[in-house]
């Protein structure tokens, strides 16, 4: 089993940046891949960026150049937001597939207010 825990929303101005955080309760290189997703409201949850064991990383078109995903080996991922707009705003949330299981955390709020 294996927790994760978000941390670093908050509210800002439109251009301004924010840097998520999910902490792991084990080696974050165990899991297979990680990811951020976000959920607006009335809106499905929607996958913004992956970062997989190796390394390698991804993301939706809607951030690509704004966002990045990165992981530390103190167990921790991170999502650097830069340039925000006012339709980033959703709650985000961090993910990671452990074999056959796919954990998340609680969620961070991101508004970025005009």
């Known amino acids: 089993q294996a927790q994760l825990a978000e941390s670093g929303g908050g509210l800002v101005q439109a251009g301004e940046s924010l840097r998520l955080s999910c902490k792991a309760s084990q080696n974050i290189f165990n899991f297979k891949v990680m990811g951020w997703y976000r959920q607006a409201p009335g809106k499905q949850r929607e996958l913004v960026a992956t970062?997989?064991?190796?390394?390698?990383t991804d993301y939706v078109d809607s951030v690509k150049g704004r966002f990045t995903i990165s992981r530390d080996r103190a167990n921790t991922m991170y999502l650097q937001m830069r340039n925000l707009k006012v339709e980033d705003t959703a709650v985000y949330y961090c993910?990671?597939?452990?074999?056959?299981?796919?954990?998340w955390g609680q969620g961070t709020q991101v508004t970025v207010s005009s």
């Open positions: 970062i997989t064991a190796g390394g390698s």
């Open positions: 993910s990671g597939g452990l074999g056959s299981v796919v954990y």
